[in-house]
């Protein structure tokens, strides 16, 4: 497919899933300038002040919700506000998570994972400083693209999520039961924490283990969003750290 020109218009054609496959739509983004490069969420934010006023789409940019603009581009996970476009992209629903509505998610199921998780003692010099290590992980805006092929988190959905109805799913208000690179990341932020005791390190190495740590042996990794080294950063250490009981 060509970039069109059309009475002086630069228009770049591309195609909006909305919640299901068979709303897929084809929507022509006119640019600004013919060296505009467009992010996928100046596509979708066009589109809805033009021709699809009732799409649905997140974004947090100056809502200190950075994150939450995460869709798949031709099938791959993108945060939206930083992934440039081209003509013939495809934009979708991330299909990790189960679809609300057109490019809406329900993330909630996620942080419920680690809901009343106590792990912080209080009687530790609250002047320490965290390692670098643990800085390094606070880079983490989740956006949850690291669900992408992950087999811990796709034992959530037995009967696949591809259809996407949500009666068929766990319901995400009870956490799901299998973790995911995000909520390993947590855990490690713990056990990285100087103010976390020995036994708050103890019972965030478990926690990771019945989220299905053991998944994560023979996996070949997983990819950050915001380039992140969860592999070596997360997956790796907390591996190591949870030897002896897997």
């Not at 811990?152 to 696949?160: E, I, S």
């Not at 995000?182 to 855990?187: A, C, H, M, N, Q």
């Amino acid at each position: 497919m060509t970039q069109n020109i059309n009475k002086n218009k630069i228009l770049v054609n591309i195609e909006i899933v909305r919640g299901d496959v068979s709303k897929s739509i084809n929507y022509e983004y006119t640019k600004r300038s013919e060296e505009e490069r467009p992010m996928a969420l100046d596509v979708l934010m066009q589109a809805q002040n033009t021709t699809i006023p009732d799409l649905a789409f997140r974004y947090g940019c100056r809502a200190r919700n950075c994150g939450v603009c995460t869709i798949d581009i031709n099938d791959r996970p993108r945060v939206a506000c930083r992934a440039r476009v081209k003509n013939g992209d495809k934009l979708s629903a991330i299909a990790t998570l189960p679809v609300l509505s057109d490019l809406v998610v329900r993330r909630d199921g996620i942080p419920r994972q680690l809901r009343g998780l106590k792990t912080t003692a209080t009687g530790n010099d609250l002047n320490v400083e965290a390692p670098k290590e643990y800085h390094e992980l606070t880079a983490c805006i989740e956006c949850y693209a690291c669900l992408d092929k992950c087999p811990m988190h796709a034992k959530n959905f037995d009967k696949g999520i591809t259809n996407k109805v949500m009666e068929d799913l766990p319901n995400p208000e009870d956490g799901y039961k299998y973790g995911n690179p995000f909520s390993l990341l947590k855990l490690e932020r713990i056990c990285l924490d100087p103010l976390t005791s020995d036994q708050g390190k103890e019972i965030a190495i478990q926690k990771a283990v019945d989220l299905g740590l053991e998944s994560c042996i023979a996996c070949p990794g997983c990819k950050c969003g915001v380039g992140i080294d969860l592999k070596g950063k997360v997956i790796k250490p907390i591996l190591e750290r949870a030897k002896d009981k897997l």
